[in-house]
């Protein structure tokens, strides 16, 4: 029996228990974690033409105001002062002591500033806003968001949304579909070109059901949406980056914008800044790799690496198997010195040493669309 | 005659003419795994006993283990798991089985559940 308390559910919930989705619970949310034919299909669908994902439990965030731009590139890492509008980018909520409080996408959408975050941060993410902005916050509690990622993601969103082929990678733009608001930007976690459509949640059964009908389409669970992400090298917070974790040690470096930089614009500034652009410029303790155990077992999340003396050296983050490579694929922390791809270390399955290579990441080459 | 019972982790053993015993998962069990990627057996020659880890079952999701439901000897593997790990998908009660044991207390392989005592434990769950 389920004592836990109820679980928050998105507007596609009658939509995915129809499918046959099996319901989990994820972030206080009931998720799919797969629909009938399974993990591998749908992550291999996504890859080869369009997967849809239903992200309405991700938090999204309008922020108002002239303040806004600089109010929030106080509490991250890029450059959202100088964000034209139209453009997206990807960026992160530091500490003092230059741990990633959580990930986030900022589009700039004329009037106001359009915030991405994570289904788990979002209470905290808000308070964090709140008690740091005095520009108005606007959380859009009764929108939905759903990502279309895939090769086939444009030819199909194009049949509703007319001009979209101009957009490019981390762009975003406004459009109609019936007389609903959306709002498109092309970006994703998956590795595929795709887009991330935010929409009014009484529609929103009504856009998945189109876009499922159409040939191309598969719906895609949670489980799929993890492996596709670890293949494309992709953080999950909680996971992968934490507040114990700095961007530098979690190789997120392109993510500080140019102007935060040390020789910057506005170099610094964000919490932990000094701490964070110090080991930009010196190293730090630790690196995240990417990891390919020789053998076949997966090597899961919080299996210890180690030395060939046993001494424990790191720990893998995330792993599970890759279904395009048809091979286990991990990500995890080591130090610097072990941190070159071709560097074979150990790690602990079941109490049991397994070889694991440290690996380029992405593992599987990224196609996004970036223009002609 | 051949028999079937259960275990409460959702393994199924097959005691057949020769008192020889068959280990796999159920089909409910393979359900709830997902799709599975790797499977580590035993050492044909190793001997269990009741409860002992047997086998690693590692899905798409998650990994799992195989206890022992009966104690006995090692005398048979299913090799072909190793390349087709799917098989224990495609057909649990069959072509995917995982060890075949020689019994040494046979009081273990009576006290499992039978078909509908196990039909009935997984009605609920």
């Known amino acids: 029996m389920d004592r836990s308390p109820a679980l928050e559910t998105t507007p596609l919930d009658p939509l995915h228990r129809e499918l046959g989705g099996k319901m989990v619970p994820f972030a206080g949310y009931a998720m799919p974690v797969q629909y009938p034919g399974g993990i591998i299909k749908e992550h291999l669908h996504t890859r080869d033409q369009a997967g849809l994902f239903d992200v309405s439990h991700m938090g999204q965030i309008r922020l108002h105001g002239n303040a806004a731009a600089r109010e929030l590139e106080a509490l991250v890492t890029a450059d959202i002062v100088d964000l034209a509008p139209g453009q997206q980018r990807y960026t992160l909520f530091t500490n003092p002591d230059g741990g990633i409080v959580d990930d986030l996408m900022v589009a700039n959408g004329g009037d106001h500033l359009f915030l991405v975050v994570n289904a788990a941060c979002k209470e905290q993410d808000i308070n964090h806003l709140r008690a740091n902005i005095t520009a108005e916050m606007e959380l859009l509690s009764t929108r939905a968001l759903l990502a279309l990622q895939g090769p086939a993601a444009q030819t199909v969103l194009e049949r509703v949304v007319p001009g979209l082929a101009d957009l490019h990678f981390m762009q975003a733009m406004e459009a109609k579909w019936v007389r609903n608001d959306l709002f498109i930007t092309r970006s994703g976690y998956t590795g595929e070109d795709g887009f991330e459509i935010s929409l009014p949640s009484d529609c929103a059964e009504e856009f998945a059901r189109w876009l499922i009908s159409q040939p191309e389409v598969l719906p895609v669970g949670l489980g799929a949406r993890d492996s596709l992400r670890l293949e494309a090298g992709l953080c999950l917070y909680g996971h992968d980056i934490t507040a114990e974790t700095t961007p530098i040690e979690a190789r997120l470096g392109w993510a500080i914008s140019s102007q935060r930089r040390n020789g910057g614009d506005r170099a610094g500034g964000f919490p932990g800044s000094k701490i964070i652009l110090k080991q930009m410029s010196e190293g730090a303790e630790k690196m995240r790799v990417g990891l390919r155990a020789t053998g076949r077992a997966p090597v899961r999340e919080g299996a210890p690496l180690v030395e060939s003396s046993g001494r424990p050296i790191g720990v893998v983050t995330s792993g599970g198997y890759g279904p395009s490579l048809a091979a286990p694929v991990a990500m995890g922390y080591l130090p610097p010195e072990l941190s070159e791809p071709g560097t074979v270390v150990g790690a602990l399955v079941r109490g049991k040493r397994v070889e694991i290579e440290v690996s380029p990441l992405p593992f599987i080459k990224q196609r996004y669309y970036r223009g002609k | ?125």
């Open chain 2, 1 to 125: 005659m051949s028999e079937m019972r259960f275990s409460e982790d959702h393994e199924w053993a097959l005691r057949d003419e020769s008192n020889q015993v068959t280990i796999g998962i159920t089909d409910f069990a393979q359900e709830q795994l997902g799709e599975i990627v790797f499977i580590e057996l035993p050492e044909v020659g190793s001997t269990l006993s009741q409860g002992d880890e047997a086998a690693v079952i590692e899905s798409v999701k998650a990994a799992s283990e195989i206890k022992s439901p009966i104690s006995g000897e090692v005398v048979a593997v299913n090799e072909a798991l190793i390349d087709e790990p799917g098989e224990v998908n495609q057909a649990p009660l069959g072509e995917g089985w995982f060890y075949k044991l020689k019994p040494t207390d046979p009081t273990e392989f009576d006290s499992l559940m039978d078909s509908e005592r196990y039909q009935a434990m997984t009605a609920d769950q």
